[in-house]
């Protein structure tokens, strides 16, 4: 049975709406312990560190982007790096060791303790993200993870796991993207408009 240009257009926003819905209803208090996480990490001298392979390597970048220049208020530049966007560093890492080692080793020699990782896969299964989130809890920097379907292994490495359950890749990382755009939403509120106190961040 054909399909019309019409059909495609509502199957997918049907989709992706049904997607969010359930998305934000299920992790609202994930997400709000998530931008309180990283707003005390960055109010304490941390930063915020991204990965992700293809489209979200592009979320990577974009998050890091928001952080870094602005999201919805004017406010001071807060440290982000998205591991991503170095190709020297990426070849130079896959050409001596591995592909599964580009994030990791950038995250051994940038991050810190109280630092936080915020991996992307929308399987749960990347294994440089997996790699990179294990390293960070090593050195005890706080996880954060993003992924889809059922989790995968990511859940392992992760002080936090935001899970859009549902088994297409599009629709897992636009909602990954709208969650990322919460995020950065609250860390602004919780830094500028209603500050928390530092506290030390829980480490798992």
Do not use: W
Not at 5 to 27: D, T, V, W
């Amino acid at each position: 049975m054909r399909v019309n240009a019409q059909e495609i257009i509502k199957e997918h926003s049907r989709a992706g709406l049904m997607a969010r819905e359930h998305f934000f209803s299920r992790n609202a208090e994930s997400l709000i312990m998530v931008g309180k996480t990283l707003a005390v990490s960055l109010s304490s001298g941390g930063k915020a560190l991204f990965c992700g392979n293809g489209g979200s390597a592009a979320d990577a970048q974009h998050l890091a982007a928001e952080f870094v220049n602005r999201f919805l208020l004017e406010r001071p530049p807060l440290p982000a790096i998205a591991l991503t966007t170095d190709s020297s560093i990426l070849t130079a890492v896959s050409n001596d060791y591995d592909f599964s080692q580009v994030f990791s080793k950038q995250v051994r020699a940038l991050g810190r303790s109280g630092d936080i990782l915020v991996g992307l896969s929308t399987s749960g299964e990347s294994a440089n993200v997996n790699q990179a989130l294990e390293q960070a809890q090593s050195m005890g920097m706080i996880t954060v993870g993003l992924t889809g379907r059922k989790g995968g292994s990511m859940h392992k490495y992760c002080s936090h796991l935001l899970i859009v359950e549902d088994g297409s890749t599009p629709v897992i990382q636009e909602v990954h993207i709208a969650a990322g755009h919460v995020i950065c939403r609250l860390v602004e509120h919780y830094l500028f408009e209603d500050p928390i106190e530092p506290e030390p961040a829980a480490v798992p």
